[in-house]
């Protein structure tokens, strides 16, 4: 038994932790080993007794004398005491006897009477584990409270670690069921015990014993009934502490600001019998005035707000308030400036609103709410005629109205109607555009309230049905017409706007009808008659002269997001759109029409497309009507079925000009595909619509059986003979595709046999790239199944038509191939790869190539790409062999040798020859053929062979590597990600040793050669790619830039080269300036001389490349003090300036902004 | 300095979009919410496939105006580009500006001299006009009328030395550049003339390093 004494001194002589609590644990061990016979207990107790005996001759001492000789007794006395709450933690909960838990908590409680220096920490830490004990009854923790409470004043000289202690304490106590009944038994209503724990703790400043102690208190309110005497002690209590702050520590406790107030804001939340205490004392902290900052304000307002949403008993706790609360309020929105503060005040008349209202299980009597919306509605009456609270006023009468379904059938036909006496005599534009924004907001809210009807209470949904909707229809002809048609001042453009927006809301309002069904609120001619003011806004542009200067396209841009919304519901609107507007359309001449008249047509075009195909229509019955056939498609489908019926606008153009009419037609049907398109991929997950992009049937077979005006029809049909497609099936992305692909193939029919006239090169290329968005959208079967890569040739007929046809349109009637061509998968072009096939033909036809112009060289050679791009051979191909790509690169190989070594080929036509082989190498280059290798030795031999052709091949080998935008993985090209660093190192990289002039003139030529070659490829590639060669890349642009920049030695500034080297060299300027540092004096000299060069030849024919050459070499010029220190600059500081000084009066103005920057740059090296 | 030792506190400012600009022909400009797919729909190339020419003439429409040729035009320094403030063409981010007057601040207040009209297009005169300059060397005369805010204006010096400086360094040897007070516009609008005009004391004003700092200071804001 003598153990529990050494253990209690060598506990006290310890400092260390860890071995503290292994001598608690061996005292625990001992205990449990008697099985907590009172012996052990007793001695265990009786084991600090040496310490406790001078605490109380201590005690005695300092009542007398205040001196601190005794601390260290304290602090040995206080281990002493931990010794022991040290055992009872590590003991066994369930071991103590409840008379050893009574003893105990007998002598630890008689601590806080008794020895307040170095009891207490440990006394609380022992109680609270004393209540763990299995053995710890209810009435003892009555006793431990009253204990506790003997602290009072000498509580706050604690340290807040042993306050924390004590909350914890009193936390569990409280919380614990049992303890509870036994304080209500003992203290009843008057629950003494509250105020003293009140009055012992009141004022802390720990921020996080004040955490605790706000748990605390909402329990005494919401467990414990307490007598309004005690209600008012608790609110007091953490009202007191409202509005909380934290002052910044400099070692962070893991609490914030927010923290403290969210707790204090859950002490006011807590329980609804504060609320008289509650709301009078927050609007009383508001009632301040300017003496609260915004963050108290935002506080005080949340805290309302809390209040507002959490009481229970509304009728009770928030309806004799509600007055009060608005009356403080409305201020802060009527004369708030601060977003923040009116933000939250609107919040809180929102809780207020939807509190009243109810539950979404039980709705309270309607006059709660109404009679608060009237106070709201009497206040802001008045304000709303005053331009100058107009926007508050509506803003606080809005918000209160729209919070919930009720309200807004409760209220809004009030609310409008004030409005609407006041548009009547508006007292400012302003004025009128505020009421107009406030209607429009209203109708705003109240579609999105019908579109939420489902979440709140089932008797919400029933409100609509029986919803009086007279005042809110009769808002077109009452308001917006008459605002729409008085040409008073007040209308300014501002208020068109508005007009236009309400227009909008207005048609689109939903309603339910007494059977559930949902309808538009408008009737059928009041949805007409909005559409027709909105459609003559936008058609009235085609009719006005130039001069007139009526229209503003602001309001037409409204008008276009107006309709678009407006025919989304009301669907019969965008068929009188289209054909009022095909209409105007056609009554004019457009054989020439004027520039401005082409744009209007352009404009109308461009926005039916907009209005009809960027959203997916929605299938709602008119009010009146009983529903009728709907179709998703059915806009797209109206729209394409009139651009057929327009095109050709202008049957016989002569010039590129009097076609574009024609294009835009085009371009209406691209457009409306392309927001088609869009409208899917916003309603549809893309994965959806990949598994919709194909189809088991061969449409273009489906195609055959139809007549031209396929579309017509389906326009007309009732939908009996197709199957019926809600809006919400993603089965309408592939009908939409279905009727695209038949757009693609009429109209390829057309240009193909119809007459050629209309088809000029301009509407071509318009369709080639409707049909390529077409055709790159279908999934692989289907293009294999409708076998695009034939038709691809042969237009949709059935024989190949690629090259018959009058010869001056035939030629560019490839871009039709092309257009097809681009978007396929190279899966599917497979079989135009077989030997001699379709593929191999078209690749080596040189037929008629002598007589065709450079564009359609190009443009032939741009299908030559696409098509060695999306090769693939190998077995189970159609070139098992792999032999076909390989004979057609050889083929061209061949040509190339044949026209750079003879000079039978005239360079204009080998140009041609040079496009199409270019090209050629180039699809096959982003593939990384490795066929191309071959051809390596040929083009650089080609490059240096003598005759002019061999100029071109170096000027253009460029093309190798240049961006091809057809090339992309959009349209399902084959681009590897380093095919431009591979390309580079097998034509470029050679030809460095060969490009450096030997002083032989033999090789000086040739060397010229490969210098054009290497830098038309360089400045294709980024720098990564020629990073490595920078030492002797820069040796040969100075090179270059020196050869050409005297006309006097036999150089030729406007040399494509020279404009090359100045781009590679800015850019390398960018990116590694000290490549460049040793060449310094080289770049300067040569950049000087070139600009001179450049500024003194007059030729006006190359006045374009010559101005180029100079604003380039001046951006060189004026980066260079920028990457480089003074010392490197200075000795070429002044004849730089003389020259720029001379340069800043450029002739091309460009120029001469470059100029005055490179001065200013310039202007700093000599500072 | 304070407030009231400002020698005009309260000028009359103007916007920057109310400064005389000027407005390069602009094409048929479409900004509307249907405008999205514009350069698919209506591109500047009616074809935008690869070429191996850089030359863009072969397709574009003979009236769309490209951005190079814009670059070869022969267009002469006028009034308008002494002034500042050009309208670059739209989607020109490259030096979008030449703005040698009226960018200038002034020395007293957070604003432009354009902006106080102390500089105006009206007051600057070129002679030989642009129009009859066809050679770019010939000499050629700049006169630039300035309009103090106050006719006691005791910084007139200062802006006129700035506004001089800013010349020099920004156009070509053969123009002559002559500052001066308009006629009126300040109470000793002779002896500031006098002193502008003079170039040695204007080489001795710019030894000055305080004069030469509110200079500098002035100059910042004109790029």
């Excluded at chain 1, 209308?491 to 927006?501: D, H, I, M």
């Excluded at chain 2, 000028?11 to 797919?37: C, F, I």
Aim: hydrophobic share 40%.
């Amino acid at each position: 038994m003598s153990n529990f004494k050494d253990w209690a001194l060598q506990y006290v002589l310890s400092d260390d932790e860890t071995a503290q609590s292994e001598i608690a644990k061996k005292a625990a061990k001992e205990i449990e080993n008697t099985r907590a016979s009172s012996a052990s207990v007793g001695s265990w107790a009786a084991s600090i007794q040496p310490w406790i005996t001078i605490t109380k001759q201590d005690d005695d001492n300092s009542d007398d004398d205040d001196d601190d000789s005794g601390s260290g007794d304290i602090i040995a006395r206080a281990k002493a005491l931990g010794f022991l709450a040290d055992t009872l933690e590590a003991l066994d909960k369930s071991l103590l006897r409840p008379e050893q838990v009574i003893r105990l908590v007998g002598f630890f409680g008689a601590m806080f009477s008794y020895d307040h220096k170095a009891g207490i920490t440990a006394s609380a830490k022992a109680l609270r584990q004393l209540y763990a004990m299995k053995g710890f009854k209810p009435a003892v923790g009555v006793k431990m409270i009253e204990d506790v409470c003997k602290l009072k004043e000498d509580f706050k000289l604690q340290t807040a670690a042993t306050r924390l202690e004590i909350y914890e304490l009193f936390l569990s106590l409280v919380q614990d069921q049992s303890v509870t009944n036994e304080l209500q038994d003992k203290y009843g209503t008057s629950s003494g015990f509250i105020v003293d724990i009140i009055q012992l703790c009141q004022n802390e400043r720990d921020p996080r014993n004040l955490m605790l102690w706000f748990k605390l208190l909402p329990i005494f309110l919401t467990e414990y009934s307490t007598s309004d005497q005690v209600t008012e002690e608790i609110f007091k209590a953490f009202s007191a502490y409202f509005p909380i702050t934290l002052r910044s520590s400099a070692t962070p406790i893991g609490i914030t600001a927010d923290d403290l107030k969210n707790a204090v804001r859950a002490c006011f939340a807590s329980h609804y019998k504060v609320a008289k205490l509650a709301f009078p004392f927050l609007i009383g902290k508001l009632d301040q005035g300017d003496a609260i900052t915004v963050s108290v304000k935002l506080d005080i307002l949340k805290t309302v707000k809390a209040c507002v949403e959490q009481y229970d008993n509304p009728q009770a706790s928030v309806v004799p308030h509600v007055s009060k609360i608005w009356n403080s309020l409305k201020y802060e929105v009527r004369n708030g400036e601060v977003k923040d503060t009116i933000d939250a005040t609107l919040e809180v008349l929102r809780a207020i609103a939807n509190r009243l209202d109810g539950t979404k299980a039980q709705k309270f009597s309607v006059s709660l709410l109404k009679n608060y919306i009237d106070i709201v509605v009497d206040d802001c009456r008045d304000d709303l005629a005053n331009p100058t609270y107009t926007k508050q006023a509506g803003l606080l009468l809005m918000t209160v109205i729209t919070t919930n379904i009720r309200a807004f059938t409760l209220e809004s036909a009030a609310f409008v109607d004030i409005i609407r006496k006041n548009l009547r005599q508006p007292k400012s534009p302003s004025h009128t555009k505020d009421l107009l924004l406030l209607l429009n907001s209203t109708l705003k809210s109240r579609a999105d309230l019908f579109k939420n009807r489902k979440q709140g209470n089932s008797e919400d949904e029933e409100l609509f049905k029986t919803e009086s909707k007279d005042h809110l229809v009769a808002l077109y002809h009452d308001v917006y017409l008459p605002t729409w048609t008085s040409k008073s001042e007040e209308t300014t453009s501002e208020v068109l706007k508005q007009v236009v927006q309400g227009l909008a809301l207005l048609a689109t309002q939903q309603t339910l009808r007494p059977d559930g069904q949902i309808s538009l609120l408008a009737s059928r001619s009041v949805c007409f008659e909005v559409c027709s003011l909105l459609i003559h806004t936008l058609t009235k542009g085609l009719a006005l002269s130039q001069n007139d200067n009526s229209s503003d396209a602001a309001v037409e841009d409204e008008a276009v997001l107006a309709l678009q919304s407006v025919v989304a519901t009301y669907t019969d609107g965008y068929a009188e759109l289209v054909d009022r507007a095909k209409v105007e359309i056609e009554k004019r001449d457009w054989t020439s029409p004027s520039k401005y008249t082409l744009n209007a047509l352009q404009d109308i075009l461009s926005r039916l497309a907009f209005i009809g195909c960027s959203r997916i229509p929605l299938n709602i019955a008119l009010d009146d009507e009983p529903p009728k056939v709907f179709k998703p498609l059915q806009h797209f489908i109206k729209l394409a079925a009139s651009m057929q019926d327009l095109f050709p606008l202008s049957p016989l153009p002569t010039s590129e000009k009097e076609s574009l009419a024609n294009s835009y037609v085009i371009s209406a049907l691209h457009g409306a595909m392309l927001h088609f398109r869009d409208a899917c991929f916003e309603k549809f997950e893309p994965k959806v619509l990949e598994a919709y992009s194909g189809s088991d049937r061969n449409w273009l077979e489906e195609f055959q059986g139809l007549s031209k005006n396929w579309l017509h029809q389906l326009q007309g049909e009732d939908g009996s003979s197709e199957v019926v497609i809600k809006e919400d099936d993603p089965e309408v992305y592939r009908e939409f595709l279905r009727i695209s692909l038949f757009i693609v193939r009429h109209l390829y029919r057309e240009a193909a046999h119809g007459k050629q006239a209309p088809w000029t090169e301009r509407v071509f290329a318009q369709v080639a790239n409707l049909a390529a968005l077409v055709v790159r959208s279908l999934d692989e079967n289907l293009q294999k199944s409708c076998n695009l890569a034939q038709n691809a040739f042969n237009f949709f007929f059935s024989e190949d038509l690629s090259s018959s046809g009058p010869s001056s349109v035939a030629p560019f009637r490839k871009l039709l191939i092309l257009g097809i061509l681009q978007g396929l998968r190279p899966a599917a072009m497979a079989e135009l790869y077989a030997p001699q096939g379709i593929a191999e033909t078209f690749m080596c036809d040189t037929s008629r190539m002598a007589t065709v112009l450079l564009a359609v060289g190009e443009i032939r050679g741009t299908i030559c790409a696409v098509l060695a791009n999306k090769y693939k051979g190998g077995q189970s191909t159609f070139d098992p062999e792999s032999e076909t790509m390989k004979r057609v690169l050889s083929f061209w190989g061949e040509q190339l040798k044949t026209a750079t070594n003879t000079d039978d080929t005239d360079p204009a036509i080998f140009e041609v020859y040079n496009t199409v082989t270019m090209h050629t190498l180039a699809g096959a280059c982003a593939r990384q053929d490795k066929n191309v290798l071959s051809l390596v030795p040929i083009l650089h031999e080609a490059i240096a062979s003598p005759g002019p052709n061999g100029a071109i091949v170096a000027r253009t080998i460029g093309g190798l590597v240049k961006t091809n935008e057809l090339l992309t993985s959009e349209n399902h090209a084959v681009v590897k990600r380093f095919y431009k660093q591979w390309t580079y190192t097998h034509f470029a990289k050679p030809l460095y040793d060969l490009a450096l002039p030997t002083g032989d003139e033999d090789t000086a030529f040739a060397a010229g050669r490969y210098t054009t070659a290497i830098l038309s490829l360089v400045s294709n590639c980024p720098f990564e790619v020629y990073q490595e060669d920078l030492p002797a890349l820069v040796r040969l642009l100075i090179t270059a830039l020196n050869n050409n920049s005297s006309a006097s030695s036999g150089g030729d500034i406007t040399q494509p080269q020279v404009a090359t080297s100045l781009e590679v060299l800015v850019e390398i300027l960018s990116h590694e300036p000290e490549a460049l540092k040793e060449h310094l004096k080289a770049i300067i000299t040569a950049g000087m001389k070139t600009y001179e060069e450049a500024a003194k030849n007059t030729n006006k024919v190359l006045a374009r490349n010559l101005a180029a050459a100079r604003k380039l070499t001046l951006q060189l010029l004026r980066a260079i003090p920028k990457k480089f220190e003074e010392r490197h600059l200075l000795p070429y500081a002044l004849p730089m300036q003389r020259m720029l000084a001379m340069a800043s009066g450029d002739k091309s103005r460009e120029a001469r902004k470059v100029a005055l920057l490179a001065r200013e740059n310039w202007a700093k090296v000599s500072a | 300095m304070a407030k009231s030792d400002l020698d005009n506190a309260n000028p009359t400012v103007l916007s920057v979009s109310q400064l005389p600009s000027r407005n390069l022909a602009k094409g048929h400009e479409r900004r509307g919410p249907d405008s999205k797919y514009d350069h698919i729909l209506f591109p500047k190339q009616w074809w935008a496939g690869s070429s191996l020419n850089n030359d863009p003439s072969v397709w574009t429409s003979d009236e769309d105006e490209d951005d190079d040729l814009t670059l070869a035009t022969e267009e002469p320094i006028d009034e308008q580009e002494i002034y500042g403030k050009n309208y670059a063409p739209s989607g020109c981010t490259c030096m979008a500006r030449r703005n040698l007057l009226s960018t200038i601040s002034d020395p007293e207040h957070p604003v432009t001299l354009g902006q106080i009209a102390v500089v105006r297009l009206d007051d600057i005169h070129l002679s030989p006009s642009p129009a009859e300059r066809l050679d770019p060397n010939t000499l050629t005369n700049v006169e630039v009328d300035l309009t103090p805010t106050v006719n006691h204006c005791s910084l007139a010096t200062v802006i006129g030395l700035a506004v001089r400086v800013r010349l020099e360094n920004a156009l070509p040897p053969n123009y002559r550049i002559i500052v001066r007070m308009k006629d009126g516009s300040h109470a000793q609008d002779d002896q500031v003339n006098k002193q502008l005009g003079d170039k040695e004391r204007v080489a001795a004003a710019l030894e000055n390093d305080t004069l030469k700092g509110i200079i500098e200071k002035m100059l910042e804001t004109c790029v």
